[in-house]
């Protein structure tokens, strides 16, 4: 079957491999969601990526081989984060920051061909939703989990900073919980696309504490979560918490992070990091899609047949208006 290597930044290969077989449940894929750190590996800026690789970790496929609950035919979600249940973290149930954690499409080959062999448990079923959907559980699972690292209650004010995926992905599910929410871009069609969640999208001026005070009535936002991964929007953002409040960083740059630490103290701040998400934040995703808490649906602003990724990806790499491109696999040989 055909497979598309990723060598080096920008290197794209054909290849045909053998079909998998061993451990796992044998799967078709059926969608595949491009991802920013997809992009990254593509211009050769992710600091975890190496080549050659077969990205894809965006993913929704069809059981092939029944197994256990999982019936032949089922359109599934993936959970793409492979962890070693034997560290620390995973003992836990922190699985997430397994200290071996392994990610499909990153550290190991993704779903950039036909058919895989996929671990049961890291396959969430669902009867209703569209494979389309189904590829979209793991962008909204980082925001979930962001969300539920902020501790965020219905009605807290909340500043999300970045209206890419993710961000918004995050905005999507502080909306969900009842967040007096604000998001921030410094760009146009990204303000555009947060509207859809909150009347106040603002423009990060030259001071934005500002426009953030000016859309919360006077207060800054008790939580902020930083989505860019932007050196200049973490600092910025660290300035836009208020007293007693929490800094959540969901976008990663290679770098240090620096603060006054007398004015974090006197502010009493609490900063946490958000990573990826566990099994249970992609049960509960599962759920609300579900249920119809969320609708991401109008995130995919992009098709494309797999057949042309390579021609066409690069375009799409920061393109405006674009959100979601997700490539069809069903033109796979």
Request: glycine residues 10%; contains cysteine; aromatic residues 6%.
């Amino acid at each position: 079957m055909r497979a598309l290597i990723l060598h080096a930044p920008g290197k794209w290969a054909w290849e045909d491999i053998q079909e998998p077989d061993g451990e796992g449940v044998l799967v078709r894929v059926q969608q595949v969601g491009i991802c920013g750190t997809d992009y990254q590996a593509i211009r050769g800026c992710q600091p975890f990526f190496t080549y050659p690789r077969r990205l894809g970790h965006e993913i929704s496929v069809q059981v092939l081989e029944s197994a256990g609950d999982l019936v032949q035919g089922m359109y599934c979600a993936v959970n793409p984060y492979m962890s070693c249940a034997d560290c620390q973290a995973c003992k836990r149930g922190d699985t997430n920051c397994c200290y071996g954690l392994s990610v499909l499409g990153i550290h190991q080959d993704g779903a950039f061909t036909r058919l895989l062999r996929l671990p049961a448990f890291s396959l969430h079923p669902s009867t209703s939703l569209p494979p389309a959907i189904l590829a979209l559980v793991e962008p909204l699972v980082v925001g979930y989990h962001a969300v539920k690292r902020a501790r965020i209650s219905e009605r807290d004010q909340v500043l999300v900073v970045g209206q890419g995926p993710i961000g918004l992905a995050c905005a999507l599910m502080a909306n969900a919980v009842g967040a007096d929410l604000a998001v921030m871009d410094i760009r146009e069609d990204r303000r555009q696309s947060g509207l859809r969640l909150t009347e106040r999208a603002l423009a990060p001026v030259e001071n934005p504490e500002i426009v953030v005070r000016e859309a919360f009535d006077g207060d800054l936002p008790v939580t902020v979560i930083e989505a860019t991964g932007n050196r200049a929007a973490v600092h910025q953002s660290y300035q836009l918490v208020a007293p007693g409040g929490t800094l959540v960083f969901v976008g990663l740059y290679v770098g240090n992070f620096e603060f006054d630490d007398p004015d974090f103290h006197r502010r009493e701040l609490t900063l946490r990091a958000s990573r990826n998400g566990t099994h249970d934040d992609f049960c509960a995703v599962m759920s609300l899609l579900e249920n119809g808490t969320i609708d991401p649906s109008w995130f995919i602003t992009d098709r494309i047949p797999f057949t042309e990724v390579p021609d066409r990806i690069k375009s799409l790499d920061g393109a405006q208006g674009c959100i979601k491109a997700m490539v069809d696999m069903n033109a796979a040989g």
